[in-house]
T-cell receptor, first 111, second 114 residues
């Protein structure tokens, strides 16, 4: 079983739509949670951290459910520029401070 | 600041050849990492370093070696390349020792082993 699992998609949505992605993680000791965005053939970039209380950044809302071990990302009013792959990322309490990545969910926003 | 840079951007090797990938960061970060990304697999950690002169194995270290002789540089070596090492390689760095610190990625090196 993968440590971090995501639906690969693609999610094809029209501009202005609301879309949600979920991700599950297997290690209950995971400590930190993130969503990264990766454009085609580019490096991953941090989109937002995910906090237990939930957090919002403009059109993006992230939620964490520790009991069920899943993380969600909600995008409202989708823009063409939101088209990308969204990577769910967790850290676990080891000394290396490395990230464990899901394989990503691809979003295609259509005009 | 250039952030994290990687050289080369592309490379084609024949099986058995060797090469070194260079990662450089100008943010004075302590931690540096090498990941590989394969289709459908997500990024996987190869090796990492928690400071100058230190290296450690990650999730998929076999077939790779690393060195961190200077704080700003992290080198990834392939001694005898194999087709299974065809991948996109990303270097990353981070500063804080606190969990959850942001990692900054380089633009990647696309390696093909024939």
């Amino acid at each position: 079983r993968k440590e971090v699992e995501q639906d690969p998609g693609p999610f094809n949505v029209p501009e202005g739509a609301t879309v949600a992605f979920n991700c599950t993680y297997s290690n209950s000791a995971s400590q930190s949670f993130f969503w990264y965005r990766q454009d085609c053939r580019k490096e991953p970039k941090l989109l937002m951290s995910v906090y237990s209380s939930g957090n919002e950044d403009g059109r993006f809302t992230a939620q964490l459910n520790r009991a069920s071990q899943y993380i969600s990302l909600l995008i409202r009013d989708s823009k063409l520029s939101d088209s990308a792959t969204y990577l769910c990322v967790v850290t676990t309490p080891t000394g290396r401070r490395a990230l464990t990545f899901g394989s990503g969910t691809r979003l295609q926003v259509q005009p | 600041n250039a952030g994290v840079t990687q050289t080369p951007k592309f490379r084609v090797l024949k099986t058995g050849q060797s090469m070194t990938l260079l990662c450089a960061q100008d943010m004075n970060h302590e931690y540096m990492y090498w990941y590989r990304q394969d289709p459908g697999m997500g990024l996987r950690l190869i090796h990492y370093s928690v400071g100058e002169g230190t290296t450690a194995k990650g999730e998929v270290p076999d077939g790779y070696n690393v060195s961190r002789l200077k704080k700003q540089n992290f080198l990834l070596g392939l001694e005898s390349a194999a087709p299974s090492q065809t991948s996109v390689y990303f270097c990353a760095s981070s500063q804080s020792r606190d969990r959850g610190d942001t990692q900054y990625f380089g633009p990647g090196t696309r390696l093909t082993v024939l």
